[in-house]
């Protein structure tokens, strides 16, 4: 059983940032391969960025590449997603997912651009 936990959404204005964390409990985090996803109002759940075991590999959705960076601790058992130069159409609920050993996601954190 693993537990996912995000953190560090808010509101922001357009062009800031926000770095949001995905803390795993449970199991070794360090084991398995995680992915953010999000959903914006009345739309569905969308890829967002993903990161292997390691952190050596990692993917973006092309609407965000460049503009956010994945990374991971762990030490600390906690993925990150810094994101920069926001847009109101980042606008979601963010979630972080793992589909080692079964399929877990954590409970959502809000994100608001404000244009």
């Known amino acids: 059983q693993v537990q996912l936990v995000e953190s560090g959404g808010g509101l922001v204005q357009a062009g800031g940032s926000l770095r949001l964390s995905c803390a795993a409990s449970?199991?070794?985090?360090?084991?398995?391969?995680i992915n953010w996803f999000r959903q914006a109002p009345g739309k569905g759940r969308e890829f967002v960025a993903g990161?292997?075991?390691?952190?050596?590999?990692?993917t973006y959705a092309d609407s965000v590449k460049g503009r956010f960076t994945i990374s991971r601790d762990n030490a600390k058992n906690t993925v990150y997603l810094q994101m920069n130069s926001l847009k109101p159409e980042d606008t979601a609920v963010y979630y972080c997912?793992?589909?080692?050993?079964?399929?877990?996601w954590g409970q959502g954190t809000q994100v608001t651009v404000s244009s």
């Open positions: 449970g199991r070794t985090c360090s084991n398995y391969a």
């Open positions: 990161i292997s075991w390691s952190g050596v590999s990692t």
């Open positions: 997912r793992t589909t080692t050993g079964g399929d877990y």
